[in-house]
């Protein structure tokens, strides 16, 4: 994708992580990666970028500190991703951006395993023609984990046709003395904004590109601190301008 | 940029229904035409159908911007002509900041993309003049935003996106008397540097007191029922609409009032009512 990233091989590894530090992981081929977190502050940016379909499975484990993850699906073909983070001591973030002209078939599951652990996921996909997706998302306090939190947010943006769409987001708790919250939203693109949009001048395909951008775009402060952040910008524009 | 909007017989059917039927008008460069009128009789549909709006279809007529038909044009490539419309109900795009949105808006009609300077330090310079809150470029384009908020902020367009021909559509309503003041005169001075052609809708005289039409329509049932400049303005202001009925024999259309279903009876009160 662009010569700043290092090529390391990190398939069916376990890795420990105890410094405080931001990894970017090209993922252009399956993978199968496990860590594990102790008393560090870690980012992690994946990037699916290739033509080929994708297994990833990834499990993660924190075990204090605070584990940010930041997931871009940005290939036109099949993704089949398991992810399960443990949650021990410590806070985990999971942003995910799916851009889905495929099948992907996406289950996460972060669970808080100990007391005072938190957690908190936002997912965000757009499905274009032909895309058909199913996320399960789940949330699981387990029996202990007092005073603990899992919150989780899905929004898709729904354009073309035909397209599926399925997202599940749950939510198993076993303990009383939590917060947990779930929301989901799923809609088209509305005709009366598009309109709005095309009357400052943007084209139909201009504003649809500004919209899926909306999407996809990380804020700010996702990517700050982050070394190729200029290069992830690029790509998902590149990506989106290609559609 | 000097622009001549020109509408000929227009006829125009919202879901099958007339809605205007055959209304001629011509705005030049510089002038500012009142449209008034009676609620539910064609305004704001007359503004939608320049601009392009699909429910509107117009089964009659013609409207041209310097000669060019505009009705052969998509709403984007009417707005790169120069056209413009600020909307009653702006609508609210979450997830596209305004600075995005604007500066896309602004490229589309230029042949180079502006640089980032160049484009912060138009969008801040106009921020000011219109007293928004700094933090606008950032925030998502009307979202969260109040009711006079999102009037401003259709001006703000207007100024950096710079049309030959506006049309206001009650730009004022959910404005402030300190904010109609600054809206008007912020127009007043786009007005004064250079072309701009304006046809506003507004039910208030204190905004185009400030303004100062040149010219003033009135539209009764779809057609423009008498035309004349500031003077008429002044005198529907102060007297209304009845006096044209009364004098041209013609009847306003009524907008339809929302049904109202009971959901029967309170079991309690009725109890009590009996006792």
Redesign the interface.
């Known amino acids: 994708m662009t010569e700043s990233f290092k090529s390391v091989d990190i398939n069916d590894r376990e890795l420990l992580l105890k410094k405080d530090q931001t990894i970017t992981i090209r993922i252009d081929s399956d993978l199968n990666i496990k860590y594990r977190i102790k008393d560090a502050d870690v980012k992690i940016v994946y990037i699916v970028d290739t033509e080929k379909a994708i297994n990833f499975h990834e499990q993660g484990e924190i075990s204090g500190g605070r584990l940010q993850i930041l997931f871009y699906d940005l290939t036109p073909s099949l993704l089949h991703q398991r992810s399960l983070f443990k949650n021990k001591k410590g806070e985990l973030s999971l942003t995910t951006k799916y851009l889905v002209r495929s099948k992907k078939d996406v289950v996460i599951e972060c669970v808080n395993e100990k007391s005072n652990t938190i957690v908190n996921i936002d997912n965000s996909c757009v499905i274009l023609d032909d895309g058909d997706l199913l996320l399960e998302c789940t949330g699981k306090i387990l029996k202990g984990a007092k005073q603990s939190s899992s919150h989780q947010k899905s929004r898709s943006l729904v354009y073309g046709s035909p397209q599926r769409v399925k997202i599940d987001p749950v939510l198993l708790i076993e303990e009383s003395d939590v917060e947990a919250s779930h929301a989901l939203s799923s809609g088209t693109i509305d005709e009366d904004v598009l309109y709005y949009m095309n009357s400052r001048g943007l084209s139909k395909d201009a504003s649809l590109k500004l919209l899926i951008n909306s999407y996809l775009l990380p804020n700010d402060d996702a990517l700050e601190s982050i070394e190729d952040k200029e290069a992830i910008l690029k790509r998902l524009m590149e990506r989106v301008d290609d559609l | 940029m000097a622009g001549t909007l020109k509408i000929e017989d227009l006829h125009v059917n919202v879901d099958d229904k007339e809605i205007l039927k055959g209304v001629s008008l011509e705005i030049g460069s510089g002038q500012v035409h009142a449209l008034m009128g009676p609620n539910g009789n064609g305004k704001s549909t007359l503004l939608q159908t320049i601009?392009?709006?699909?429910r509107y279809k117009v089964t009659k007529g013609t409207i041209t911007l310097d000669g060019e038909d505009v009705l052969a044009m998509?709403?984007?490539e009417?707005?790169?002509k120069g056209l413009?419309?600020g909307?009653q109900n702006?609508?609210?795009?979450?997830?596209?900041t305004n600075s995005?949105?604007?500066k896309?808006?602004l490229n589309?009609?230029r042949d180079k993309p502006i640089s980032l300077f160049e484009f912060y330090k138009l969008m801040e310079g106009n921020i000011k003049k219109l007293k928004m809150k700094e933090d606008l470029a950032h925030r998502?384009v009307n979202d969260g935003f109040s009711g006079g908020e999102k009037k401003r902020n259709e001006i703000l367009?207007m100024m950096i996106?710079k049309p030959k021909i506006a049309l206001l559509d009650e730009i004022d309503s959910g404005l402030d008397v300190d904010a109609i003041k600054l809206v008007a005169d912020a127009i007043n001075d786009i007005r004064s540097k250079g072309d701009l052609g304006l046809m506003i809708v507004s039910h208030y005289d204190r905004f185009f007191g400030i303004i100062k039409p040149t010219h003033a329509h009135v539209i009764v049932d779809g057609k423009i029922v008498v035309e004349g400049d500031n003077e008429l303005v002044e005198k529907i202001d102060n007297d209304g609409y009845d006096w044209l009925y009364e004098e041209l024999k013609i009847h306003p259309v009524t907008p339809l009032k929302p049904l109202v279903y009971s959901l029967g009876t309170c079991a309690l009160n009725q109890r009590r009512a009996n006792d």
Not at chain 2, 51 to 54: L, T
């Open positions: 601009m392009g709006h699909p998509s709403v984007d009417r707005s790169k413009f419309l909307m702006p609508q609210e795009i979450s997830g596209v995005d949105f604007l896309a808006a589309s009609r998502f367009q996106l």
